[in-house]
Nanobody, 126 residues
Framework: QVQLVESGGGLVQAGGSLRLSCKASGLAVERNTMAWFRQAPGKERELVAALTRSGVSFFGDSVKGRSTISRDNANNAVYLAMHSLKPEDTAVYYC????????????????????WGQGTQVTVSS
């Protein structure tokens, strides 16, 4: 049974930074595309960052230059680091994993991912 468990969310001041963790079980992060999506109230879920099996990263336009995605194969975990946080970064952040993603548009499409975590709330105060 696959499980993705996020942690590290909370309340952060604007301009601050955060690091979210996603601990996987039932799959190997190095053999999947791992990603972070987020969903704000009233908005569609959007890609924050994705990391392919080969180590290529993709980022959403709103977080480019402010985010880093990384993985720790030994701990079977994926991390998202963000800095210069803005109130518009407030959302529920989800960890996702998928295998059959081959072209750029796939990495930005939430329906291409097979497994999801329960999400962790990030609130950025102004």
């Amino acid at each position: 049974q696959v499980q993705l468990v996020e942690s590290g969310g909370g309340l952060v001041q604007a301009g601050g930074s955060l690091r979210l963790s996603c601990k996987a079980s039932g799959l190997a992060v190095e053999r999947n595309t791992m990603a972070w999506f987020r969903q704000a109230p009233g908005k569609e879920r959007e890609l924050v960052a994705a990391l392919t099996r080969s180590g290529v990263s993709f980022f959403g336009d709103s977080v480019k230059g402010r985010s880093t995605i990384s993985r720790d194969n030994a701990n079977n975990a994926v991390y998202l680091a963000m800095h210069s946080l803005k109130p518009e970064d407030t959302a529920v952040y989800y960890c996702a994993a998928g295998r059959d993603l081959f072209i750029t548009v796939h990495f930005y499409t939430d329906s291409k991912y097979d497994y999801w975590g329960q999400g962790t709330q990030v609130t950025v105060s102004s």
